[in-house]
């Protein structure tokens, strides 16, 4: 079982910044890849972008890349604590954001077994 906490968020003006940081604990050997995904009203969840915290790679969907960065930020003792750190915020990336763990490289969230509660992210125009 792993436990999967998000933190961070809030309300941003347009042009902002913005940091998430997600933990997940247990037992994390079924947790190495971690993804964010984000949820706006009446729309389908996206995933944004998945890592390996075995070698911290990454991916990005396609409307977020350039713009935001996920970073490994530690990894042990059945422990991994990964980052978002979303620059240059738009309206448009107003959504929940969530945190996911699970035992696929993947931005599908069908892929993860493991979700955190979600963390509001809302930027002002």
């Known amino acids: 079982l792993v436990h999967v906490v998000e933190s961070g968020g809030g309300s941003v003006q347009a042009g902002g910044s913005l940091r998430l940081s997600c933990l997940a604990s247990?037992?994390?050997?079924?947790?190495?890849?971690m993804g964010w995904f984000r949820q706006a009203p009446g729309k389908k969840r996206e995933g944004i972008t998945a890592?390996?915290?075995?070698?911290?790679?990454?991916?990005?969907?396609d409307s977020v890349k350039g713009r935001f960065t996920m970073s490994l930020v530690d990894a042990k003792n059945d422990k991994n604590t990964v980052s978002l750190q979303m620059n240059s915020l738009n309206p448009e990336d107003t959504a929940m954001y969530y945190c996911a763990a699970g035992g696929t490289w993947s931005l599908q969230d069908i892929e993860y077994i493991y979700w955190g509660q979600g963390t509001q992210v809302t930027v002002s125009s």
């Open positions: 890592m390996d915290t075995g070698s911290g790679a990454a991916v990005y969907a």
């Open positions: 247990g037992y994390t050997y079924s947790a190495r890849y």
